[in-house]
Structure formats: structure tokens, C-alpha cells
């Protein structure tokens, strides 16, 4: 897998929600890194991706401990969540290897039962299709209905990793930019949880 710096030079066969994300990324002066590669479906393909940003074999990476992955971009499950009436909707950002628990969420966030949004909600709210969704998408959600959710231990690393809207491609970036630059720019103020 080869790692580019910033956006792509050619578009083509790329989609217009993907070419924004770059727009806003390059607009409020974010630098990124950046890979192409096969759909990633599955939390294992991902691992290989952070591997990769990381320079480093999978196997290598599966050994280090959490304190040392801090060092490379934290891999993410990115939940699209919502009340049982689908009144609210929720973006959660969890650690891939963590185990979610709606019950210990929706405690948090004093909720009802949270359940996973659907694909038309994903689509509205987001722009975004199952198995794409990212923080970024947030950049779609203008009323802000959607409530982004941060587990903690993602703010403990020093890179987060993220889909550009598709995932064909992945992004890696500095968590201060994430908190400091992006979530700003886009008008989404994020609620830290501990799961």
C-alpha cells in the first residue's frame, strides 16, 4: 500500500462526496495522510490500513500494546446510532478493538435504548452509505441532528484514522486537528463518553 500526502491528483472514478471531504480538509489547512485500497468492510482490513500508515507488518502491529498504538492512528468503529423513535441520531467513535455496549451508552447520554440507524438516515443526515461511515460525514449534517459521541480513549492517541466519506480510501490525521480544526469548522461539538 503506498501513502500519498494529501488529496489525490486525478479524480476520476472517485465520488463528489469524497472530493469535498478534501475540499474541507485543504480549506482549513489540515494535512493528512492518505491511503487508497480495496473496500474495507471488516475491523481486520482496517488493521492492515493502520498497519500500513504505521510502516509496519500486521502481525507487528497486533503485538504492540495500546500505549505504543497511540503512536500510529487509532482504529476506529464508527457507529451510526439513534433513539427507538428515530428522533435523535447519534455519530459514535470507539476504538475498533472495544466492545460496545448500548446499555453502558445510553446511560451516559441519558437515553433510551440505542439501536443502528438506518440506511436512509445515513444517507440523509451523512451523505454517507453502510460501510463508509466517518466522522467527516458530519460535514453533510448542516441542522445538526446528528450528536457526535468520542469515546475517550480514541482522544489518547495522536493520530486518528477515518474513511474520506468512502471507503475505498483512508485518512490519517492528527486527533488535535480532529478536535481543534475540524469538529469547529464544521459546527459539530462532540460529547466524550467512557465505555
Do not use: W
Not at 500494546?65 to 457507529?79: F, G, P, V
Not at 436512509?120 to 449534517?141: A, C, F, H, K, Q
Amino acid at each position: 500500500m503506498t501513502i500519498y500526502k494529501g488529496r489525490p491528483e486525478d479524480f476520476d472514478g472517485r465520488q463528489e462526496r469524497e472530493r469535498r471531504v478534501y475540499e474541507l480538509l485543504d480549506g482549513i489547512g489540515v494535512e493528512y495522510d492518505r491511503l487508497d485500497h480495496e473496500a474495507a468492510m471488516t475491523m481486520e482490513v482496517c488493521a492492515e490500513i493502520n498497519a500500513a500508515f504505521g510502516r509496519m507488518t500486521l502481525e507487528e502491529f497486533k503485538a504492540e500494546s495500546s500505549e505504543e498504538r497511540t503512536r500510529h492512528a487509532i482504529i476506529c468503529k464508527n457507529l451510526f446510532l439513534c433513539n427507538k423513535q428515530r428522533t435523535r441520531f447519534y455519530l459514535l467513535m470507539i476504538p475498533g478493538d472495544k466492545k460496545f455496549l448500548t446499555k453502558n451508552l445510553s446511560a451516559q447520554i441519558n437515553s433510551a435504548r440505542l439501536s443502528f440507524a438506518g440506511e436512509e438516515d445515513m444517507l440523509r443526515y451523512l451523505d454517507i452509505t453502510p460501510g463508509s461511515v466517518s466522522v467527516l460525514g458530519l460535514m453533510n449534517d448542516k441542522d445538526n441532528a446528528v450528536q457526535l459521541l468520542i469515546d475517550s480513549d480514541v482522544l489518547k492517541s495522536e493520530y486518528v484514522g477515518c474513511h474520506p466519506c468512502i471507503n475505498t480510501s483512508s485518512l490519517r490525521m492528527r486527533t488535535r486537528d480532529l478536535i481543534g480544526k475540524i469538529l469547529p469548522a464544521i459546527h459539530h461539538e462532540p460529547i466524550v463518553v467512557t465505555l
